[in-house]
């Protein structure tokens, strides 16, 4: 099971108080369908305007990439640059 | 080749070529927005509001349309009425209802300099007289400027759609604040228990604009049948594609951009302006349109980045620990939402490995334009305050400031304020760097100072398309879909050439438009040489494999028997047969008899930037008569990965720093009462040149990023991370002096001088 | 409106244009003339992307009318290289790697010739002070500086 730790902004809008989540998922979007399924809304959110940082490493705008069955999983806000 | 430890084995990449694009820009032949042409061409003015909160009351074109040699006058009546609808297009989110209201005013003006009409005429003088002579009724309204102001109960209010999001319960009456935003990890509270000195100000920086030399330009064709013809100037010319099809409400298909030479962007280039409003003028004139911002308007009506108000809170033990870190960021986003407040608040600790730590932010609307990224967007408004907070507290507990940076430095392993977990990253190396550069011995005398500060940026990745095709001599046509802002070009022809092994010059780059070559994303976010690199890598190893197969086939041998190197194929051992070698030039004459011509496409969506850190020291001299801060060193050290091409790695590092002086030192939007800008123009908006500065010196750290085939790492955008806290801690060294407010500019420091009775 | 009938020389060749009397030497040549390498960056005298050469003194292009240009010998950059060899200060910006969106490239090199003409061993204080009516946004100077320096060497006969 990855843990998924849900960003504080993102816990006041779709979680609840609930900060971390279990989710067993081995590629990104299977993540965020089983975490939209907790929490209705959360998907379209990461899908729209969030980064998956899996082990430290960001990942966006991807559904395909893996993640470990230990990962540990943050999302944040979508970066842009200059 | 992609072994990346194998620096000493690379031909090509380290190396410091020639740009190929470089002869066409010291001849003035390069064709820039500006100077691109269609047949039959007229051109475009634009009509802005000179108030900076209005309600549009009319608007009568008919004087301006009765004129000799107007073709078409455009209203935001021409324009869809597009509903609200978030997307991440360019950089960042982007409601497209906002987009369109920006490019176009509808109902109510926002700003001062926001476009309400545009009109198309036979010349540039013709077009600017009849855009004076529409005529548009306003209601003026009370406008607010200031970010803090603008969060006060009563203030005017922009939107009456904006109700406050991420705080509980959500307000029920609209106001100028569109978010609050919140990282935290820790008990804050007993972090600062822990500490011995604690450090707490406030801070507040001005907007700044990106100030490119190249003013916005473009030239659109509507045809009859729908299809456009978009030649300009921007970060990406599939984002003007984008945007142009939605804000005008056509098919993507229907519209080909092709991207002209850009004169600077470093961010502001990343949204459209004119390119819609020269589409709709073509199409109601008949004719196509060019349309070139004049210098007033870039400044009025082009997106600056935000200024701040940033209240920070940091404390650390006698040993130079540090227990807690808290920072309050406000961000102004201009007319619409969408400041860079997320980055700013997850760069702002970033150096650090903090147990207890926020940061806390809001982005806030008011009159002015709305804002668009600016290098690393976000980051140095807030490390300007929380690295003068830093260098503060290194002071009260009389520790040497990279020492204390060292002491707490973020390595891997590190867990971010903002959740992951750092990998693969060289911040202690590029302190070490900057702490052992010769600068750093150097003698101050009276009134001078040194300091020090660090800055953080993420890097991106994202979609990127190249292609490659040998051609019958054996040179090679490079196509990428990456705007070449800055010299990657060079990049792009080194790395396909050190994959190749050919030499460089026999790889010409060019950059495809949105027909020739596949969805690329902007040039932004220091993306391109590392996810455009990988494109042109992972092209040229399939070009790499179609040669060894066409070698195999001409030996007739298996092509797990070939070897690629140096440019040649050869038989892979003694097993394989004895065969003289066949450089790339001698199978690329046969390709036509071993199975047609050679040439490979690769598309990414490249992942795991590795993120950038500098660390910049700066020595300053202080007229305490006149209050002016002159730099006389400036040493800046960073970590790149690895420098494809060295020259233009420095380049970005130097030109991020000096942008980094100019925000520092001397630019602000200044406003008059009713809320006009005053300082649109290079002479009262001041820009560093070249007497300002002494040399920039430049330490390269390479800690390889396992991601990219040669280890590269974003570099354009960290640069500009630490100057202002850099140069503020250099004020303080010399003068005593605390500045929390830029740009520290002369009247301002004489001010705080006086203010400390110095 | 009548145009006024001017014949001046445009890089050694005598050249003829008409042009309204709100047009500048820089709308003539990017328009009428189509030497587009000089460059509009401010049209107020600023920023010096627009620098042009007449009877050898350095100008803001923008700030004069082409009207004035009667009798006047213009060398813009496309005047710069002899035939297709560069100019030392062409090739040395390109060897230091002096550019990098290369806007303010034209001008920048314009007015380090007239630089180098007036002073063939200029300090780098002096450089630098020629040059501040050119702005880069891009490189912060420092190379630039150094291809500055390196033309000037190799125009004084120097070894780079």
Known sequence: MATVHLGATLCRTYCGDIRVVEVKALTIGRMIKELDALFPGLGNQIEESMAVAVDGEIFQDTLIDPIGPDSEVHLIPKIAGG | MNDISLKDALKVVGTRPVRPDGVDKVMGRAQFGGDAVMPGMIFGSTVRSPHAHARIIKIDTSAAEAMKGVRAVVTAADLPNITSEEAFVGEGPMNFRDLSCNLMARDKVLYDGHVVAAVAATSTSIARAAAEAIKVEYEVLPHVINEMEAMQPGAPVLHDDIFTSGVDPKPTTPSNVVKRMEFAKGDLEAGFAAADKIVERTYTTAPVHQAYIEPHACVAAFNPDGQCQVICSSQGHFMVRAYCAKLLGIDISEIRVTPAEIGGGFGGKTLVYLEPLALALSRKAGRPVRMVMTREEVFRGSGPTSGGTINVKVGAKMDGTITAAHAEVILQAGAYPGSPIGPALMTCWAMYDIENASAVGFDVVSNRPKVAAYRAPGAPISTYATESAVDELSRAIGMDPIELRLKNAAKDGTKALYGPTFQNIGYVETLEAAKNHPNLQAKLGPNQGRGVAAGFWFNIGGESSASLAVNEDGTIALVSGSPDIGGSRAS???????????????????????????????????????????????????????????AAKLWEIDVEAVEWRDGSAYPAGDNAGKFEPLSLADIAVKSGRTGGPIAAKATVNAQGAGPGWGVHVVDVEVD??????????????????????????????????????????????????????????????????????????????????????????????VPIVPPMAAIANAIFDATGVRMTSLPMSPPKVRAALDAAGK | MSKTHVTCTVNGEETEFLCDSNQTVLDVLREDLGLTGSKEGCGSGDCGACSVLVDGRLVCSCLMFGSEAEGTSITTIEGIADGENLHPVQSQFLKHAALQCGFCTPGLIVATKALLDANPSPTDEEARYWLAGNLCRCTGYDKIMNAVHAAAAELRGESA
């Open chain 2, 492 to 550: 792009m022809a080194m790395m396909a050439a050190e994959v190749l092994g050919v030499n460089v010059e026999r790889v010409r780059p060019i950059i495809g438009d949105t027909a020739s070559v596949g969805f690329t994303f902007v040039t932004g976010g220091s993306r391109v040489t590392f996810a455009t690199g990988t494109a042109v890598c992972d092209a040229s190893d399939d070009i790499v494999k179609q040669l060894r197969g066409r």
């Open chain 2, 624 to 717: 305490k008569e006149t209050g002016h801060v002159k730099i006389l060193r400036y040493t800046a050290a960073q970590d790149v990965g690895r420098a494809i091409h060295p020259s233009y790695v420095e380049g970005q590092v130097q030109g991020g720093a000096v942008q980094g002086i100019g925000w520092a030192l001397n630019e602000e939007y200044i406003y008059d009462k009713d809320g006009r800008l005053d300082n649109g123009g290079f002479l009262d908006y001041r820009v560093p040149v070249a007497s300002d500065l002494p040399k920039i010196d430049v330490a390269l750290v390479e800690v390889p990023n396992p991601r990219h085939p040669f280890g590269a790492k974003g570099v354009g955008e």
